[in-house]
């Protein structure tokens, strides 16, 4: 029995072995994208090159490509890692037990003052022009959209009953927030006007809102 489990003792080492290597790998892996976000904020998309993701995460450009192929590689997994982290915020709502039109509104507009909206708008509209980036960010793009619609209705399942509203509901919720956060980092919002847009959207939402069934 002993000299069974001295010999079975190797190789239970040895299954521990890449885990630990894993978890490490992932670590180093979530430190280039944490770069590559910081690259994209400082330098714009056009100028984050995988020599300055390197240097930003403080390893050499061959130890990067250990873990990302190419820079493509680098920015998909990127690109994912935004979009879940929009996902977070609106789950962190899902979450609050009693959530309002108040609530969704201004956790919105509080996601999108964040750098990781900062980075997104880079690449959004850099794709525009550069199709391999396009091909990346579109396909994460409907994923997210769709995502989203679930948290959405999840937060307000009396909005089931009357679809249509609803889509116009989020539709507009998107294209007001989201077009004032652009404005924002462009330079061209009115700050004084922030709150006033927000609060007249919060009551074109509830007036969209379906009507509840008396008895």
């Not at 690109?79 to 037990?97: H, K, Q, S, T, Y």
């Not at 964040?114 to 091909?135: G, H």
């Not at 924002?184 to 006033?196: F, N, Q, T």
């Amino acid at each position: 029995m002993a000299r069974t489990a001295a010999r079975k003792a190797p190789a239970a080492r040895a299954v521990a072995e890449p885990t630990q290597q894993a978890l490490k790998s992932a670590q180093t892996r979530a430190r280039l994208i944490e770069a590559t976000i910081r690259c994209l904020i400082k330098y714009g998309y056009s100028s984050t090159t995988t020599l300055k993701v390197a240097a930003e995460a403080g390893m050499s450009r061959g130890a990067m490509l250990h873990h990302f192929e190419n820079g493509g590689a680098l920015m998909q997994a990127t690109i994912g890692e935004l979009m879940e982290r929009r996902l977070r915020a609106f789950r962190r709502a899902v979450d609050n037990p009693a959530p309002d039109v108040h609530t969704l509104v201004h956790t919105y507009w509080k996601q999108l003052l964040s750098q990781t909206f900062t980075a997104f708008v880079e690449l959004a509209i850099a794709s525009r022009t550069d199709k391999d980036l396009a091909r990346i960010l579109e396909p994460a793009q409907e994923q997210f959209r769709q995502r989203w619609y679930e948290l959405a209705i999840q937060l307000f399942p009396e909005w089931q009953q009357d679809r249509k509203s609803f889509d116009l509901a989020l539709a507009l919720t998107q294209n007001t927030v989201e077009g004032m956060a652009i404005n924002r980092l462009i330079h061209g919002c009115d700050e004084a006007m922030i709150d006033p847009v927000l609060d007249n959207l919060e009551a074109q939402i509830l007036a969209l809102r379906p009507k509840k069934k008396k008895g």
